[in-house]
């Protein structure tokens, strides 16, 4: 594939600009930010092409936050302007990239995503006697810096994008600490070489596929895997070879090592398919596909607010449905009939009143 040129141009066009910020404020358009930046948008995109074209161009800070889906994860997201200029660059570069991916990695791509990935996994399970399920260790906390823009630059040429680019990366904010050696590292390696991109931007979303570009194309190409799914940092392979898989798996850690990678020791594991895998929310089984119980748990406590919030007048009957039917779609895609009846069966969305309304303005958030 031949790397690309003559883009930024593209990048910096009013009307490009116009459609990125129109991206980045969808479900966030009445936040104070958004407003602001909206009450003068066309002369603030004016100044914000000046300062591309010129580029002079700074991003703000970060506002940063955890969340807990399971486990706890550092969310960085970045101020309503920036994330107008990833738009603006992803716009560009995503469907001139895009093409180069390979077909079986899902993440972060318009028209694949969870359910198309866990459709695929389900079909090379059934078919094949072992797997090997890996998971990236910290995947995007470890990210090299360097190693990324050495990746990015074998894709784009024009200097101008380029810049930008590297601005946006090298101003990513502290992620967690990662501390792994790798041959060659002396013992401040680890804390000298910058790494990390932030949860939550649409430009480090793209970067984690860049990085594993590389890594796909080696699995289907160099090892000759035919049955192959990845989703972010999450893979699997699949055989009827014991040994194939195994002398993959060391194959596999030997190539990330260039990436300054490394599988997690406990959860990547090869095992037979007839004892079930775990994969985006679900268990996959030989015979049924079933819902994970830490899935269920953070569903339960998202209805419990829907019915809260319902109740007390903060979403509409029509949200509410449309969160609802999305939900009971999200569970059938595994064999859940008796599942979502039970659940929906249960929960009773009661009408909401002006008397109920005011009890739950002091009413704590669940």
């Known amino acids: 594939m031949k790397r690309l040129t003559n883009i930024w141009q593209h990048i910096i066009k009013f009307d490009n600009l116009l459609l990125a910020a129109r991206k980045a404020q969808k479900c966030k358009r009445f936040r104070d930010n958004v407003l602001d930046f909206n009450y003068h948008l066309e002369s603030n995109l004016l100044q914000l092409q000046i300062e591309l074209s010129n580029q002079t161009y700074c991003p703000g800070n970060y506002r940063t936050f955890r969340i807990y889906d399971p486990k706890p994860r550092l969310i960085s997201a970045a101020p309503y302007r920036d994330r107008i200029v990833h738009h603006a660059l992803c716009n560009v570069i995503i469907p001139r990239l895009d093409r180069g991916f390979i077909t079986d990695t899902y993440a972060n791509r318009e028209g694949y995503g969870t359910h198309r990935a866990l459709k695929r996994f389900i079909e090379f399970y059934r ?37 930008l680019i590297e601005v946006i990366i090298d101003n990513s904010n502290e992620q967690e600490p990662v501390i792994d050696y790798f041959p060659g590292d002396n013992l401040l390696t680890p804390l000298e070489r910058k790494k990390g991109l932030p949860i939550g931007n649409l430009t480090s979303q793209f970067w984690a596929n860049i990085y594993l570009d590389g890594f796909d194309h080696f699995i289907k190409e160099t090892l000759k895997v035919r049955h192959y799914v990845r989703y972010v940092d999450d893979f699997a392979l699949f055989a009827d070879d014991w040994q194939f898989l195994a002398d993959a798996r060391k194959a596999i850690e030997e190539y990330l090592v260039r990436l300054r990678l490394k599988i997690h020791p406990i959860k990547s594991q090869l095992f037979e398919t007839k004892y079930g895998a775990n994969f985006l929310g679900f268990r996959i089984l030989p015979e049924r596909v079933r819902v994970r119980n830490d899935n269920l748990r953070r569903s339960r406590r998202r209805l419990r607010q829907l019915q809260q919030d319902y109740r007390c007048g903060q979403i509409s009957l029509t949200e509410l449905m449309q969160r609802l039917q ?39 958030k669940l």
């Open 127 to 163: 078919q094949s006697d072992y797997i090997l399920q890996c998971d990236i260790k910290k995947y995007f906390p470890s990210i090299d810096h360097q190693v990324l823009k050495e990746l990015i630059r074998r894709k784009i040429k024009c200097p101008d994008t380029l810049w």
């Open 326 to 364: 999305s939900w009971e779609a999200h569970l059938k895609h595994g064999d859940t009939y008796r599942l979502r009846r039970a659940i929906f069966d249960r929960w009773v969305f009661s009408t909401p009143s002006q008397t109920t309304k005011r009890k739950c303005e002091t009413f704590p």
